[in-house]
């Protein structure tokens, strides 16, 4: 009679994604996830390949929470209102999850990565209100700004980087502000 399992694939992850919020990706490693689990590491290969596949597997998952958060941000049906939804959600979640916002946002080996397709998903949400704010030709450029922006501004809030006094906070609403009647001001002149 065969011994039952003592981990699954969702419970590597789940527990990948512990360790890599409390230690960073550098102490997310096959020995440390096995040791969580309570089983030692080579059984860690009846699941996952390696230590790649499993990075890649993690980031699949952040890339699958990213998505339902933005789709959920994004259930008014007015795209300013859906796209503060969406920035603000996204601020959120790069604070909650600092290291899982780098798997997404940071550089990472290649075969680290989650497929574009997965990613692609992601940013539907958001390019339909981009592209009613922006107009339809605009629509990807005008998603790209708006995640540029927000990942620049999160970077530099997550590194300590906002030093010189005032509200944080008023400063990402001001930015997000200026981002939708930006956007909304080139559908007008299209």
Known sequence: MPTPARTSVENL?????QILEAEGLEGLTMQRVAAEVGVRAPSLYKHVRNRADLIRLVTEDVARQLTKLVERAAST????TDLRSIARGFRSFA????GAYGLIFGPLADEWRTAPETLATGTEALIRSTSA????????EAARTVV???HGFVS?????????????D???EFGLERIIDALSAGERRT
């Open 13 to 17: 992850i789940e527990t990948a994604r």
């Open 77 to 80: 049906g007015d795209p300013a």
């Open 95 to 98: 604070h909650t999850n600092p």
């Open 133 to 140: 704010l922006a107009g339809p030709d605009h629509a990807l």
């Open 148 to 150: 540029a922006w927000a």
């Open 156 to 168: 530099m809030e997550l590194a300590g980087a906002f030093r010189m006094g005032g509200d944080v």
């Open 170 to 172: 008023d400063a990402f």
